[in-house]
């Protein structure tokens, strides 16, 4: 079992930028692709971006190419978002999720879903 944790999510101007955390625990961490979700209301869940186990490969919604960052501290069991530029369109809940298969773009893929950090971006 991994139980994950979101924080980070708050209220920001547009233009502003915000880190998003999520710490994992339970099994060893870089045995688990990571995945981060956003779900605005009326919406379907959205992928944003994901990270591989060990050699960090990523991939990215074209939407946040150039503003959003995935890492990940596996010696701290912690997979980040770095926001930058944010849009009001980026306002959304936002879901970090860990699969044992290969990173992946689709809800289905993931194994393990934290309960999720707003994000406010005002005009």
């Known amino acids: 079992q991994v139980q994950l944790v979101e924080s980070g999510g708050g209220l920001v101007q547009a233009g502003g930028s915000l880190r998003l955390s999520c710490a994992a625990s339970?099994?060893?961490?870089?045995?688990?692709?990571m995945g981060w979700f956003r779900q605005a209301p009326g919406k379907e869940r959205e992928f944003v971006a994901a990270?591989?186990?060990?050699?960090?490969?990523?991939t990215y919604a074209n939407s946040v190419k150039g503003r959003f960052t995935i890492s990940r501290d596996n010696t701290k069991n912690t997979v980040y978002l770095q926001m930058n530029n944010l849009k009001p369109e980026d306002t959304a809940v936002y879901y970090c999720?860990?699969?044992?298969?290969?990173?992946?773009?689709?809800?289905?893929?993931?194994?393990?879903w934290g309960q999720g950090t707003q994000v406010t971006v005002s005009s």
């Open positions: 999720a860990a699969t044992s298969g290969l990173i992946a773009a689709r809800p289905v893929d993931y194994n393990y």
């Open positions: 339970g099994r060893t961490f870089s045995n688990y692709a």
């Open positions: 990270i591989s186990k060990i050699f960090s490969q990523t």
